[in-house]
């Protein structure tokens, strides 16, 4: 009986392939477009267009395994589900476990985003403390309230991007822009900036965990990725232009607020709150889409007891595993508390890449026993390969921490699974 799954309370399919589209872009498009080029660029140095196509082709192949999966394994949970039925629970768990604890650390970061912009020097915390509360409620208060609210965040930040670009385009016009430099760029620099960007395009595992929320899954699930990962890479390819062909690679590099910078180039000063406004709705979109992400998945690894299962508890009225998603919110408040931004990118960098190991993993052994998706193999071993690449490339105190933590999970489930087995054994 202690290891039975337990019984949970399926979630509606209200979702269809606009929402899923946008719940996705809100996942991507969040504060990274707006920070991550500048360590990019330092890393990078000319080559950064070279990691931006490196970790596009990394990401597209990680983003296909999963849309494949999920269109196989239509259910709650991601590349936790897909391991599980795919490898077997152990590695369900490691997907799972590195899924909450590396998005759980990037709901902090985004919540300190938003903080940075908006509030006053020295409420920084408690104003991302506020933030994260705010968005539990959304999600709790239902799904459908989540995507109507990413759509209008997810509207506006493409707006404020479109702005961004625009001035660059007026800015280089003007002949503003510095040359650009074709130097300083090495293999490794361009590996170390292709791992910083992922941080971006990591969004659409979102997508995946909605396998109980969206009609018609099997068709929706693979469309909203392939539509959400083309517009998110277009939109970085153009603001990564901009801002290149501006500020020049040096500038970029130390810049604090590129996109501001650009907007002031074209001489379009009073834009720059926009901007700023932009980059505090952009992280609040991700963070929504985040909150819900992690919530399903806690929900899914708790009805197969890898959690606590009063986690798997969906709520009556609004259909929503409203406990998961109070102690994700709950866990991202602590790290808000403890730690900076930089601090929760860490943690959470190696989580995530492990979590698509997985999922690629997952996607090789399913194109093994199934014929239809043999054009799979591909570039799953080639998101595999990234996946592992680019954790190397990362710096290696970051590696170290994020390890530590998963292998703190593992051992916890071991030593849960073995009490368990000792009280069976009594009980016979």
């Not at 929402?19 to 809100?26: E, F, N, P």
């Not at 990274?32 to 990394?58: K, N, Q, T």
């Not at 196989?72 to 909450?100: I, K, M, N, Q």
């Not at 806690?298 to 409203?322: F, I, K, N, Q, T």
Request: glycine share 12%; charged share 15%; net charge positive.
């Amino acid at each position: 009986m202690q290891n039975r799954p337990v019984t949970s309370t399926p979630l509606d399919r209200r979702l269809g392939l606009g929402d899923a589209v946008l719940i996705g872009l809100g996942s991507m498009i969040g504060a990274g477009v707006f920070v991550v080029f500048a360590p990019a660029a330092d890393a990078a140095g000319s080559g950064l267009f070279a990691a931006l196509g490196v970790v596009a082709v990394i990401a597209w192949c990680n983003a296909r395994s999963t849309a494949q999966l999920a269109a196989v394994h239509p259910t709650s949970g991601g590349a936790y589900a897909y391991g599980r039925a795919e490898l077997g629970p152990w590695w369900g768990f490691v997907a799972g476990w590195s899924f909450v604890l590396g998005k759980t650390a990037s709901c902090a970061a985004m919540a300190l985003v938003v903080a940075a912009y908006i509030a006053p020097d020295g409420w920084e915390r408690p104003v991302a403390v506020v933030v994260v509360v705010a968005l539990v409620v959304v999600n709790v208060l239902g799904i459908s309230k989540t995507a109507a609210l990413t759509r209008v965040i997810v509207v506006l930040v493409l707006v404020v991007l479109a702005v961004v670009v625009a001035a660059g385009v007026a800015a280089s016009a003007s002949g503003g822009g510095p040359a650009v430099r074709l130097e300083g760029s090495s293999a490794y620099g361009v590996l170390q900036a292709a791992g910083l960007l992922f941080f971006a395009f990591a969004g659409y595992a979102r997508i995946a965990t909605l396998g109980e929320e969206v009609r018609d899954p099997r068709r929706t699930i693979p469309r909203a990725v392939t539509i959400a990962f083309a517009t998110a890479l277009g939109v970085y390819a153009a603001i990564a232009f901009v801002c290149v062909l501006v500020l020049g690679v040096d500038r970029l590099a130390t810049s604090t607020e590129p996109l501001v910078d650009v907007v002031h180039a074209a001489g379009w000063d009073a834009l720059g709150p926009v901007v700023r406004v932009g980059a505090a709705l952009a992280a609040l979109g991700a963070l929504l889409g985040l909150l819900a992400g992690i919530g399903r998945t806690a929900l899914a690894m708790a009805r197969e007891r890898d959690l606590p299962g009063w986690l798997a508890h969906v709520e009556s009225r609004s259909r929503v595993p409203a406990r998961a998603e109070a102690v994700v919110g709950a866990s991202a408040i602590l790290l808000v508390l403890v730690a900076d931004v930089t601090a929760a990118v860490a943690l959470s960098s190696v989580g995530v890449l492990l979590y698509y190991a997985v999922a690629n993993l997952s996607a090789l052994r399913l194109v093994r026993r199934s014929r239809s998706v043999r054009g799979l193999a591909v570039s799953a071993f080639v998101g595999l390969a990234g996946c592992v690449v680019l954790v190397v490339t990362l710096p290696p105190l970051p590696v170290a921490c994020g390890l530590a933590v998963v292998a703190l999970g593992i051992g916890g489930r071991a030593l849960v699974i073995g009490r368990r087995g000792r009280r069976s054994v009594r009980a016979e």
